[in-house]
Nanobody, 122 residues
Framework: QVQLVESGGGLVQAGDSLRLSCTAS????????MAWLRQAPGKEREFVAA????????AYADSVNARFTISRPYDKNTVLLQMNDLKPDDTAVYYC???????????????WGQGTQVTVSL
């Protein structure tokens, strides 16, 4: 059974940094793209960033490009999201997700974590 577990959310001030972590279990995720998506109150869930394992290609939403960095630095089953210069608009529940592919672009994500709250105050 596939499980994705996120950690690292919290309450920070604008301009601060935060790092989210997601650990997957149930299989080896070498042939999976792992991603972060988020959902703010009253808004639809939106893509944030994705990373493949080999090659380690990445993709980012325009709204977070140059501020957020997605990586899988430890092993195939762990994905990090380093978030710098956070803004109040980044406030959302952040979800870890995975899908069977080696290409970061496009595709639906069948596997999801439970989400972690990130709140950015002024």
């Amino acid at each position: 059974q596939v499980q994705l577990v996120e950690s690292g959310g919290g309450l920070v001030q604008a301009g601060d940094s935060l790092r989210l972590s997601c650990t997957a279990s149930g299989r080896t995720f070498g042939n999976y793209v792992m991603a972060w998506l988020r959902q703010a109150p009253g808004k639809e869930r939106e893509f944030v960033a994705a990373v493949a394992w080999n090659p380690p290609t990445t993709a980012y939403a325009d709204s977070v490009n140059a501020r957020f960095t997605i990586s899988r630095p430890y092993d195939k089953n762990t994905v990090l999201l380093q978030m710098n210069d956070l803004k109040p608009d980044d406030t959302a529940v952040y979800y870890c997700a995975a899908r069977y592919s080696v290409v970061v672009g496009g595709g639906a994500y069948p596997y999801w974590g439970q989400g972690t709250q990130v709140t950015v105050s002024l």
